[in-house]
């Protein structure tokens, strides 16, 4: 008994989670547990097309409390704006956040669906539509111009039977961390942060 009690001791203590707590960062103050959201463009290679297409994306990244997930849309084709693929996906995931940096890595369920030309001896071109469930991850790596406030990368892919892919996007990182100039006194700010 006494050495559990001994032993529990050493443990690290996990800090109490306070869903409004904040940081005091370039003088203003900042919510330490916030979501944000990604846009971005960039390039994919599917297995299914010869080509790379062009792809845009918007993801939003939100928490409960310590835990993270990702809800997001991507759309690829010849061209920016063109979607001759349009992919949905759901993701639970990982987040460290520091003053001028921000690293996610996300995976979970996708759905997707898309068209595909085919050559047809008869008819000539011919549209194959086609859908399915996928897995999915991605990893962001951004560099914050202020806290809230970002510009990175982000790799992404997807794995099915029916189509496989692998991206890279350039995104903006928008945070809703922002909560005003700093006060004389916050409950809830523990200490300035200083990283």
Do not use: C, W
Not at 47 to 56: G, W
């Amino acid at each position: 008994m006494q050495f559990r009690a001994q032993h529990d001791s050493l443990r690290p203590k996990k800090e109490k989670y306070d869903r409004k707590e904040e940081i005091i960062y370039d003088g203003k103050l900042y919510r330490r547990y916030n979501n944000y959201a990604t846009f971005g463009a960039g390039f994919v290679g599917m297995d299914n097309r010869s080509d790379v297409s062009k792809a845009i994306g918007i993801d939003f990244q939100f928490h409960i409390r310590r835990q993270h997930f990702q809800m997001g849309l991507n759309m690829s084709g010849t061209e920016f704006m063109s979607n001759n693929n349009v992919q949905a996906h759901l993701g639970y995931g990982y987040r460290k956040e520091k003053n001028v940096v921000n690293y996610a890595v996300f995976a979970g369920p996708s759905f997707f669906y898309g068209v595909l030309a085919l050559q047809d001896s008869t008819y000539g071109i011919i549209p194959y539509y086609y859908s399915s469930m996928g897995v999915y991850f991605s990893a962001q790596a951004v560099t914050k111009f202020t806290y809230d406030i970002g510009f990175g990368v982000e790799l992404s892919g997807e794995y099915s039977p029916q189509q496989s892919s692998l991206g890279i996007k350039f995104i903006l990182f928008f945070s809703g961390s922002y909560r005003g100039p700093k006060k004389n006194y916050n409950p809830h700010v523990r200490a300035e942060n200083k990283r």
